[in-house]
């Protein structure tokens, strides 16, 4: 099934063109305020567009004259709350959604049953939401979502909850269950991306600005959004035959093959950046910040990851003045 959004929500400063091709999961990333939500609460019929079209496969929800009410709409919501009805059972709770499309008790417990087996938890059937742990009622609002057999299948966030411990189980789950399956995610973790996405759409202020198949996007990112999502610095310059000239002047050596006075990308993980004495890239420290067992030091466009024993030595501060050097094989760089 292959979905077509095209929607303005002026209150929402929403004007955007997306597509999902079908049995593709697309994740859908960018800052707080993006229009994220909103696109889901489009797609499932939550929200009316002042103007657009949403077509899935050959069917439209949404246009001119046309609205087809969210129960209608074979589009399932997977949110980081499980909305478990707290009076059933887990098993209770997934023949709900196969009797509301209108699947024979016997037929709905058989399915449902099935369904518990698949996420591994057949002994959950009989318990209540109150009796389950994060994880586990996550696992049961999955099961439900997928035996409803949805068209589309929309995930917010789904892993957000759960403990660090339970969510890389539940995503490897999840990426069994979303292949060939058309879906799209919502999400500000990178390993939901990397683990679920065939393709990720970065949106920022209600437009879409920037998009490409998930490895590619996050190897090389276009946006200063985007880098971060990837955990990368991103810096632009022009390329002077050895190294990427910054605006200020700065250069950023790197093995690369373009054009004299091309624009270029450089994209680099804050691991690779070290602290040097003369030389490298001037900045001033504008924080600093726990990153593991490291320290990130932040400047007004680089970060770096080091050890704490170097940022004491140094007695590094908000406002210190540092100089960054980043090894020419750890740069990689690409037309702008």
Known sequence: MSLSLRAVVPERGLDLELTVAGGET??????????????????????HPASGRIVLD???????????????RKVTTLSQDPVLFPHLTALGNIMFALRAQGAGRARARQEAERW???????????????????GQAQRVAIARALAARPRLLLLDEPMAALDIDVAPALREQLRCFLAERTA????????????LADRIAVLEAGRLIEQGPTQELLRRPRTAFT?????LNLVS?????????????????????????????????????????SGGIPRTVRSLAPSGDLVRLRT?????????????????????PVRLQVPP????????
């Not at 889901?40 to 939550?46: C, D, H, P, T, V």
């Not at 880098?227 to 955990?231: E, I, T």
């Open 329 to 336: 094989e750890a740069v990689t760089t690409y037309r702008a």
């Open 184 to 195: 799209i995610i919502v999400t500000h973790d990178v390993l939901d991306a990397l683990t």
């Open 116 to 134: 518990l087996a698949e996420l591994g938890i057949p002994e959950l059937a009989a318990r209540r939401p109150s009796q389950l742990s994060g």
């Open 237 to 277: 310059g022009r390329w002077d035959g050895r190294a990427v000239v910054l605006a200020d002047g700065a250069c950023l050596p790197a093995h690369a093959a373009h054009g004299a006075g091309e624009v270029v990308h450089a994209a680099f993980r804050p691991a690779k950046v070290a602290l040097v004495g």
């Open 58 to 72: 050959d069917r439209v929800l949404t246009g001119e004259r046309r609205w087809v009410p969210p129960h209608e």
């Open 227 to 231: 880098a971060r999502f990837a955990g």
């Open 300 to 320: 007004e466009d680089l970060s770096a990851d080091l050890p704490p024993q170097e940022v004491a030595a140094r007695r590094l501060e908000p406002g210190s």
């Open 26 to 47: 697309l994740a859908v990333i960018g800052p707080n305020g993006a229009g994220k939500s909103t696109v889901l609460s489009l797609i499932s019929g939550a929200l």
